[in-house]
């Protein structure tokens, strides 16, 4: 099976200016979480999505939002950049989604916005 | 104010010997618990899990130990090698409710 993947591997972004990342999970898993990793913050959780519809929320700010499609696929959006959105977004997949279910991860977007 | 970096524990080993990773973790009901390796460059990779009605499971050349009584698990990695150079979390259970909380980590490093 085709692990996590996720486009662009790279981004450079303007302040004030928006982003899209996207993930496509792994086939036949239906939940898709998605992270910040940062060196001062770690690896923060940003929100989970399980058959298109947002399940878990973690504690960032409007301008972080995300969608998932019929086929599993996600994305994500960044409006209105700050320099402290720059860091590593991971995206992971896992079957059953939440409770007792690895992550699997794919191997980030790094987006640097200056 | 001023940013501050995450403190990162870290251990060192040289190649060949085995390695010991704790982890402390909070909540007694956590019943299932997942280790986690993150290369520089490269998302967490799923390496073994244990459910809280084990003690130890075994996977290859990895060890989780469980101790539920002072919540502390263990990976034990034998005869480390430079490849498993890399960042390693532990995920308890219910850090998969509302907030999917990674700690900071342990960054083990392998000398020649």
């Known amino acids: 099976k085709a692990g996590v993947t996720q486009t662009p591997r790279y981004l450079i972004k303007t302040r004030g200016q928006q982003v899209t990342l996207s993930c496509s999970p792994i086939s036949g898993h239906r939940s898709v979480s998605w992270y910040q990793q940062t060196p001062g913050q770690g690896l923060q959780f940003l929100f989970e999505?399980?058959?298109?519809?947002?399940?878990n929320k973690g504690n960032f700010p409007g301008r972080f939002s995300g969608r998932q499609f019929s086929n599993s696929r996600s994305e994500m959006n960044v409006s209105t950049l700050e320099l402290g959105d720059s860091a590593l977004y991971l995206c992971?997949?896992?079957?059953?989604?939440?409770?007792?279910?690895?992550?699997?991860f794919g191997n980030g977007t790094r987006l640097t916005v200056t | 104010g001023e940013s501050v970096g995450l403190h990162l524990p870290t251990l060192s080993v040289q190649e060949g010997d085995n390695s010991i990773i704790n982890c402390a973790y909070s909540n007694s009901a956590s019943d299932y618990f997942i280790w986690y390796k993150q290369e520089s460059g490269k998302g967490p990779q799923f390496i073994i899990d244990?459910?809280?009605?084990?003690d130890k499971r075994q996977g290859q050349r990895v060890t989780v130990l469980l101790n539920k009584t002072v919540k502390h698990l263990s990976l034990q990695i034998a005869a480390t090698q430079p490849g498993d150079s890399a960042v390693y979390f532990c995920?308890?259970?219910?850090?998969?409710?509302?907030?999917?909380?990674f700690g900071p980590g342990t960054r083990l490093s392998v000398l020649p």
């Open positions: 992971a997949s896992s079957a059953e989604g939440g409770v007792a279910s690895p992550l699997h």
């Open positions: 995920v308890p259970e219910d850090n998969y409710g509302q907030n999917f909380v």
């Open positions: 244990i459910r809280s009605n084990m």
């Open positions: 999505y399980f058959s298109e519809t947002q399940r």
